[in-house]
Protein backbone atom coordinates (compact mmCIF):
# COMPACT_ATOMS: atom_id res chain seq x y z
CA UNK A 1 0.00 0.00 0.00
CA UNK A 2 1.21 3.61 -1.11
CA UNK A 3 1.25 6.23 1.38
CA UNK A 4 -1.99 8.34 -0.51
CA UNK A 5 -4.05 5.03 0.40
CA UNK A 6 -3.55 5.20 3.76
CA UNK A 7 -4.55 8.79 3.83
CA UNK A 8 -7.84 8.08 2.41
CA UNK A 9 -8.11 4.73 4.44
CA UNK A 10 -8.44 6.89 7.80
CA UNK A 11 -11.35 8.40 8.89
CA UNK A 12 -10.86 12.13 9.30
CA UNK A 13 -9.54 13.50 12.52
CA UNK A 14 -13.01 14.19 14.42
CA UNK A 15 -11.20 14.75 18.07
CA UNK A 16 -8.85 17.22 17.74
CA UNK A 17 -9.14 20.08 20.85
CA UNK A 18 -10.04 22.37 18.09
CA UNK A 19 -13.39 20.49 16.35
CA UNK A 20 -16.65 21.25 17.36
CA UNK A 21 -18.05 18.88 20.20
CA UNK A 22 -20.76 16.51 19.13
CA UNK A 23 -23.01 16.29 22.35
CA UNK A 24 -26.39 18.39 22.52
CA UNK A 25 -29.13 18.73 24.99
CA UNK A 26 -32.18 17.65 23.53
CA UNK A 27 -33.28 21.24 24.91
CA UNK A 28 -30.68 22.57 22.87
CA UNK A 29 -31.88 21.21 19.92
CA UNK A 30 -35.86 21.54 20.29
CA UNK A 31 -36.32 25.13 21.97
CA UNK A 32 -39.42 23.41 23.83
CA UNK A 33 -40.96 22.82 20.23
CA UNK A 34 -42.10 19.49 20.05
CA UNK A 35 -40.80 17.93 16.89
CA UNK A 36 -37.75 19.16 14.66
CA UNK A 37 -36.73 18.45 11.28
CA UNK A 38 -33.20 17.33 10.35
CA UNK A 39 -31.40 17.77 6.70
CA UNK A 40 -29.27 14.72 5.79
CA UNK A 41 -27.81 13.64 2.55
CA UNK A 42 -30.78 15.38 1.13
CA UNK A 43 -32.90 13.81 2.94
CA UNK A 44 -34.96 15.23 5.60
CA UNK A 45 -35.84 13.24 8.75
CA UNK A 46 -38.30 14.34 11.34
CA UNK A 47 -37.45 13.97 15.05
CA UNK A 48 -39.91 14.23 17.87
CA UNK A 49 -40.23 14.07 21.82
CA UNK A 50 -43.40 12.23 22.89
CA UNK A 51 -44.89 13.16 26.02
CA UNK A 52 -43.08 10.70 28.35
CA UNK A 53 -40.03 12.00 26.80
CA UNK A 54 -38.67 9.31 24.49
CA UNK A 55 -36.97 10.47 20.85
CA UNK A 56 -38.76 8.95 17.66
CA UNK A 57 -37.07 9.63 14.09
CA UNK A 58 -39.22 9.62 11.26
CA UNK A 59 -38.31 9.93 7.56
Keep these: MNSSQNDSDR???DHRDDAPKGDYESTELFHGR???TIKHNGQTY????T??????LNK
Design 46 to 49: RLRQ
Design 11 to 13: PED
Design 51 to 56: KTGKLI
Design 34 to 36: EEI
